[in-house]
Structure formats: C-alpha cells, structure tokens
C-alpha cells in the first residue's frame, strides 16, 4: 500500500497504469480517505503527470482540426506566450508532453514552432529527434526558430579574458541550470538541415524572416552581452519538392 519511502513497482510498461492499480488496491483496502490521507506526494505528482501527459496527447492529437493558424512553443516554463499554445513537461502549459518522446501531433499542421533555452536541457540525441519531429508537424513553408546558448560565444568569451573568475561564466554556461548540450551555428544549423529544413540561418534577436517569429526573445533583453551569447537558429519546412534540399548523393 502507500507508505512513506516506498517506491512504486512497475509490474506493466504503462506506468499509470500501475499507479492506477495501485491506487485502487489501496482504496478497497483502506477506502479513499485513509489512501489520499496517507499517499505521499511524491506518489501523487506522477500520478498527476501522467494523467495530465496522457490528457494533452489526446488533445494533441487533434491539434490542427480546429485552430485556423497553430503556433508551438516548446519548453515553455514560465514564459507562456498569447496565442501559442505553450508545451512543456509541467504546468502552467497548455500541453503537458515529454519532448524527448515523439510528439502526438499531427504531419504538417502547425504554421510556427518556438523555443527559448529548452535543447539545452536535453540531450542532443534527443534534441535531433525533436527537430526532425518539428520538420514533420510543420506545414510546408512554415518556420522553426530555436534560441539557445551559444557555445561559440561563451568559449570567445572565456579565451578572450583568461583570469580569475571567468572560468565561472564558462562552467556555469556549460552546466548551470542542468544544461546538457551546448551547441554552436554549425552544429544546429547541420541538425536543421538534417531534419529536411532549408534557408538555415543564423538570425538576430527579435527579427525573424516569418512575421509570426519576429519579438519573441524575452530573454535577452537585459543587455548587448547577454543577446551575444546567445545563438538563434531559423530555418523552414519546404513548400514543394522542389524547394526541398537536394538529395544526398552519397
Ligand atoms: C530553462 S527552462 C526555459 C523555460 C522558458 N523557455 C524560458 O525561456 O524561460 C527549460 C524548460 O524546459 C522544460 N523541459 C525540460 N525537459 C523537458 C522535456 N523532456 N519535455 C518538456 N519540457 C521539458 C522544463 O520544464 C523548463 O520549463
């Protein structure tokens, strides 16, 4: 039954399943009061999780039946945006979906897709995956813009003032905030590429080539220095063949 300090065991793959069953055992032993009264919460957040993830890949699913124009904003946090719908692992997002996995939304729905340091959170296998996922849900013709830290900038940075105190700035780019990967235009540029995505650039804060991209940046604002070390990357699904990239000849 719940008690303090146990962890749950997953008996199926389906994990709310199992905390589902769980759930009930401990009902029809102890009734609802006792159970909830005793439940730790650190059983009830994935419960609610789960219940949440699985309510917003149902509402995913339908995503681009509805709403006449469909603006992603990835790893939304805090930062929700108007009229996007925001996603992100956690509440206060409109979808609560694990962006390391497959995206429950439909091929080429969506005009736009945002994100303001999110792939640094994950890990770059995952982040590849992701922006192939981005490539597929996007209509032909519509952007990707991704705004991350960039490892270039931060590594001119640090080489250019070898003293006390800035292999901080550089450690804390690197890791702080539970960063996993860092990249520079190269790298993410290549990613885009790879995901079928043309006319990859390297953009400016705040302007964008597709008007529904354009001020967006919340989070580099405070100063020059901040917006310089920061990478934003934008590119776009092909609107036909033969707008798409040429084919590998390898
Ligand atoms: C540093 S915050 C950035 C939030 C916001 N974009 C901003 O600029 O303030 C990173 C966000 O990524 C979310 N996140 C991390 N891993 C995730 C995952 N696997 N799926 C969805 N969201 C995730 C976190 O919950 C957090 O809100």
Same mark, same amino acid.
Do not use: W
């Given at each position: 039954m719940w008690a303090r300090g146990h962890s749950v065991p997953f008996h199926c793959g389906d994990p709310l399943m199992n905390i589902l069953a769980r759930f009930r055992r401990s009902v029809a032993h102890r009734g609802l009061g006792k159970t909830l009264l005793h439940m730790p919460r650190a059983a009830l957040r994935p419960l609610v999780l789960a219940v949440r993830t699985r309510q917003s890949a149902s509402r995913a699913r339908r995503l681009g039946h509805t709403e006449e124009r469909l603006l992603l904003h990835l790893g939304s946090g805090t930062e929700r945006l108007t009229g996007w719908i925001n996603v992100d692992l956690y509440f206060p997002a409109e979808l609560c979906l694990d962006l390391t996995r497959p995206l429950p939304i439909p091929d080429a729905c969506a005009d736009a897709i945002y994100s303001q340091h999110f792939i640094e959170h994950i890990e770059k296998e995952a982040a590849v995956r992701l922006i192939g996922e981005c490539a597929r849900v996007l209509k032909p013709g519509g952007w990707l813009r991704i705004t991350t830290p960039d490892l270039e900038a931060h590594a001119r940075e640090y080489l250019d003032e070898v003293e006390a105190g800035t292999a901080?700035? $550089?450690? +804390? +780019?690197?890791?702080?905030?539970?960063?996993?990967?860092?990249?520079? $235009?190269?790298?993410?540029?290549? !990613?885009f590429a790879e995901?079928?995505?043309? @006319?990859?650039?390297? +953009?400016?804060?705040?302007?964008?080539?597709?008007?529904?991209?354009?001020?967006? @940046? &919340?989070?580099?604002? &405070?100063? @020059?220095?901040?917006?310089?070390?920061?990478?934003?990357? @934008?590119?776009?699904?092909?609107?036909? !063949? &033969?707008?798409?990239?040429?084919?590998?000849? &390898?």
């Open positions: 901080d700035a $550089f450690n +804390a +780019a690197m890791r702080a905030h539970d960063h996993i990967y860092l990249y520079d $235009f190269p790298t993410l540029a290549g !990613i995901a079928g995505l043309v @006319e990859v650039v390297k +953009a400016q804060p705040q302007v964008s080539r597709c008007s529904l991209l354009n001020d967006l @940046e &919340s989070r580099l604002v &405070s100063s @020059e220095r901040q917006a310089a070390l920061n990478l934003i990357v @934008e590119g776009r699904r092909p609107v036909a !063949i &033969s707008d798409a990239p040429p084919a590998d000849p &390898s």
